[in-house]
């Protein structure tokens, strides 16, 4: 019912940035919170950053004060700016949404920070 492609990573130096931005398709209006989660190499899937439909957000404590995510509601499209970035930055990142209490993920795109 939703569809959520990612884009916006890539290679980049430490202490860069990067912005992804992840699109919702499909059924939109049932959407409220979206966010971003990220899986580095041999670690679990952890938590990076939530926002609700009316803009409350959420961030891990690792990437507070560095990363932000905002939203833009008309066009279904989630955003996550990085700066200042890091070598455990490293993973591939994954769009999410929870919608009518079913988990909804994107193909994910790969962020390489180099040191």
């Known amino acids: 019912q939703v569809q959520l492609v990612e884009s916006g990573g890539g290679l980049v130096q430490a202490g860069g940035s990067l912005r992804l931005s992840c699109t919702a398709s499909?059924?939109?209006?049932?959407?409220?919170?979206m966010g971003w989660y990220r899986q580095a190499p041999g670690k679990q899937r952890e938590l990076v950053a939530t926002?609700?439909?009316?803009?409350?957000?959420n961030y891990a404590d690792s990437v507070k004060g560095r990363f932000t995510i905002s939203r833009d509601n008309a066009k279904n499209t989630v955003y996550l700016q990085m700066n200042s970035l890091k070598p455990e930055d490293t993973g591939v990142y994954y769009c999410h949404t929870r919608a009518l209490g079913v988990d909804y993920w994107g193909e994910g795109t790969l962020v390489n920070i180099s040191s």
């Open positions: 926002i609700t439909r009316g803009g409350t957000t």
């Open positions: 499909g059924s939109t209006f049932i959407i409220d919170v």
